[in-house]
């Protein structure tokens, strides 16, 4: 009986333990979750009970709940009878941001894997040099790096240039102000946002596991997709959702590179808030590109835990 009751004891003194470890670790984690409730939680809970509201005349919003702006956000009302018909203007600017989000994605990818395993195949010296190329694009301002882009492929730019003195095409292409342009802008952007995770896991492949598989005969395609592929995959999906979201919500590379003309979602929401002083429609469609965004990692969260289980 006395060996029954010290063991109830030492699992009492173990459990009070752990609870009072669970309770520091809450401590400390209390300031930085208070930082995302006030900067984080508290703004999107703000812009989400907006966009319940009707709009200012000039701006903000009357404390008056309404749908209009959730209704306007897929649906634009005739001005003669009143009927709801698809906003068939929202719906090609959805489509031209998800659409230029993933081409710049899979372009960064195909780009970014070969880069990412060049580099982390180096000697360490040069492996370190390249990195740091790689980096220095995040030292400089991000409109001065798209205006860099928009100097290379106007009419007159380097591009042009260089076809016409190689005789490859009659006259200048028109490239500046069209949705190339803009997927070449994020492509150039984000390409490090592919090629930092996906260096981080190659670093992590043992190449004997690649040595014992061309000793197995396999071919180079196969030790590929057989034995680094499954290796590397982690850092191409992370890589991959760090692309696509920051490129869903882009603003100012579709805005210098697009000219006006060519919108995606950002300047969507940003002429809501701003010209169109629409604050409830602009804070609709945040929060839709919100549900987008969540929407997509949840699809990787669940396709990254399936393969780490499979």
């Known amino acids: 009986m006395q060996g029954i009751h010290e063991i109830t004891l030492h699992s009492d003194a173990e459990q009070a333990q752990e609870r009072q470890d669970r309770r520091t670790r809450w401590l400390l984690s209390s300031p930085a979750l208070a930082i995302i409730a006030v900067f984080s939680i508290a703004p999107m809970a703000i812009i989400l009970v907006y966009s319940f509201l009707e709009p200012g005349k000039y701006g903000n919003v009357v404390w008056s709940f309404s749908l209009d702006a959730w209704i306007s956000v897929f649906a634009e009302r005739d001005i003669f009878d009143g009927t709801l018909g698809l906003a068939d203007a929202h719906l090609s600017i959805f489509w031209r ?29 040069i492996r370190n040099l390249l990195l740091f190329l790689i980096t220095v694009p995040f030292w400089t301002n991000l409109l001065i790096r798209v205006l860099a882009i928009q100097e290379v492929i106007r009419k007159d ?58 000793d197995l005969y396999a071919s180079r395609w196969t030790v590929i997709r057989r034995v680094i592929f499954p290796i590397i995959r982690p850092g191409v999906i992370a890589g991959s959702a760090l692309v696509f979201i920051p490129s869903l919500g882009e603003f100012v590379i579709a805005r210098v590179l697009g000219g006006g ?37 949840l699809i990787v969260l669940r396709f990254t835990k399936g393969r780490i289980n499979g």
């Open 97 to 125: 941001s998800i659409k230029l989000s993933l081409l710049t994605t899979f372009t960064t990818m195909m780009i970014g894997v070969p880069m990412a395993y060049y580099v982390a195949t180096r000697a360490a010296g």
């Open 261 to 297: 003309k060519n919108l995606m979602l950002g300047n969507l929401i940003a002429l809501q808030f701003g010209q169109g002083r629409n604050w409830p429609l602009g804070a609709a469609l945040s929060v839709t590109m919100l549900v987008l965004i969540i929407s997509v990692l």
């Open 157 to 214: 730019g380097l591009i042009n240039t260089v076809l016409l003195n190689l005789g490859l095409v009659q006259e200048p292409l028109q490239m500046l102000f069209t949705d190339f342009a803009i997927g070449f802008g994020m492509t150039y952007v984000f390409l490090p946002l592919m090629v930092l995770p996906v260096y981080a896991a190659v670093e992590r492949i043992d190449f004997r596991l690649v040595e014992a598989a061309y």
